[in-house]
C-alpha cells in the first residue's frame, strides 16, 4: 500500500533555512504528482508546492521564491527546502501523493494519499 512518512522538520530562528523529507513508497513513484501541505493550529491545510513526473514544479504565492520542491526518484524521496522561514511558516508540513497528473490548482482534496506529518517551528 502506499505509505509517506516525513522527516526533517524541527526549530530554527526566522530566517533560517530547513529541508524536510518525505520517504514514499507501494506506488510508482515517479510517474505522479506529489505535493507539500501544511497546517497550523485552527487554519486550513494550505497547499505550498506541486511537483510533476516532468519535474514541473507549482508553488502557492506565499511560498513562491523561498521554498523549493524537489525529487529523487532513485530514493522515492520527495524534498522540500525552505529558505528564509518566517514565523508565519510555523505548521505542521504535509507531504501528499495523487495518483494521477497535477491540477492547476493544489488543493488537498485531489490528494488521497498523505503522511503523518512533521512539525516546523520557526521562533521570532
Known amino acids: 500500500q502506499v505509505q509517506l512518512v516525513e522527516s526533517g522538520g524541527g526549530s530554527v530562528h526566522a530566517g533560517g533555512s530547513l529541508r524536510v523529507s518525505c520517504a514514499a513508497s507501494g506506488y510508482s513513484f515517479s510517474t505522479y504528482c506529489m505535493a507539500w501541505f501544511r497546517q497550523a493550529p485552527g487554519k486550513e491545510r494550505e497547499g505550498l508546492a506541486d511537483?510533476?513526473?516532468?519535474?514541473?514544479?507549482s508553488y502557492a504565492d506565499s511560498v513562491k521564491g523561498r521554498f523549493t520542491i524537489s525529487k529523487d526518484n532513485a530514493k522515492n524521496t520527495l524534498y522540500l527546502q525552505m529558505n528564509s522561514l518566517k514565523p508565519e511558516d510555523t505548521a505542521m508540513y504535509y507531504c501528499a501523493a495523487r495518483l494521477d497528473y497535477c491540477r492547476y490548482a493544489i488543493r488537498a482534496a485531489d490528494f488521497g494519499y498523505w503522511g503523518q506529518g512533521t512539525q516546523v517551528t520557526v521562533s521570532s
Open positions: 511537483l510533476d513526473s516532468e519535474g514541473r514544479s
